[in-house]
């Protein structure tokens, strides 16, 4: 191929939005052939599950703290983002159930992307440090449309915050941000690890998790009330428990963050994040 062959980098952007938009589609259809395919199959008996899950939910949503739904914009678990203009912008989609899978992340970015997902967790001190020195690198990756990113929030270390569960709580507002203010999300993200408390703390209030979420310049009907009353906590548990599950994801000593994964293959050294990607961009 010659380089007059080789598509523009606003031909790679365009395109890079068209197949994480295709994808999301291409997921959702599933989902509703796979409902209907239940629905078939199964009959009454699905039927009287349904009715008392939707018993459930009721309940809980009158009782103010969990949505029926996972966050939006997250159908993969992870807040996607592709450049546009010069600019890092997210992917949208739908909500996805509570009770639903998270679809895969793509292991793969379109022609000439590589494709890099950064699986954090906001309470982490090496993911802190991984923030500082390589996010803007890749996010310049992104902007010129060599890179496309998906970063997905997890929960492991409520353990070294003396029983607040301050990891799941950070988590949850990343969901929130994801779902409500999905183009805040990076700014929040910075002020979270610049502002991350010391381990074998408390960690932050509720009322200090809003601030710093409102400092990352996120606002929108209904945030507040989603970290006041954890609304993904579910989701937060559900996509950190598929996550520690996933064997491709593993390290010697198990799952770890910051884990980074670029066109599929999981970095055994999250410092080559650079090369890897400039590599794959080729």
């Known amino acids: 191929m010659t380089n007059n062959d080789r598509p523009t980098k606003n031909e790679r952007r365009a395109h890079a939005r068209d197949v994480a938009r295709q994808r999301a589609e291409a ?67 739908g909500a996805v159930s509570a009770t639903a899978t998270a679809s895969p992340v793509p292991t793969t970015g379109p022609d000439g992307a590589a494709s890099v997902v950064e699986y954090v967790d ?57 779902n409500y203010d999905p183009d805040k999300f990076l700014d929040v993200q910075t002020q979270f690890f610049e502002n991350q408390p010391e381990e074998g703390t408390k960690g932050l209030t509720n ?4 601030d710093l ?24 548990t559900k996509t950190t428990d598929a996550v520690l599950a996933d064997p491709t994801l593993q390290g010697s000593s198990g799952f770890g963050t910051p884990t980074v994964v670029v066109d599929g293959q999981k970095l055994d050294n999250v410092t080559d994040v650079i090369t890897k990607i400039e590599a794959a961009a080729k």
């Open 27 to 93: 997921e959702r259809k599933r989902k509703r052939r796979n409902k209907w395919f239940l629905q078939g199959g199964i009959g009454l008996g699905i039927i009287a599950i349904a009715a008392v899950v939707a018993i459930v939910v009721v309940n809980v949503n009158n009782a103010g703290t969990v949505s029926a739904t996972g966050p939006k914009n997250m159908i993969t678990g992870a807040i996607q983002f592709t450049g546009e203009d010069g600019k890092v912008v997210p992917v949208e989609t």
């Open 122 to 178: 906001w309470a982490c001190p090496v993911c802190k440090q991984f923030e500082a020195a390589y996010a803007d690198q890749i996010l310049d990756k992104v902007k010129s449309g060599d890179a496309t990113l998906a970063i997905h929030p997890v929960s492991i270390l409520d353990r070294n915050y003396a029983g607040s569960r301050y990891a799941s709580r950070a988590a949850n507002a990343a969901m929130c941000v994801a």
């Open 207 to 210: 009322a200090q998790i809003a």
């Open 213 to 236: 979420v409102k400092q990352g310049g996120a606002s929108g009907s209904g945030l507040s009330d989603c970290l006041a009353n954890e609304e993904f906590k579910g989701w937060v």
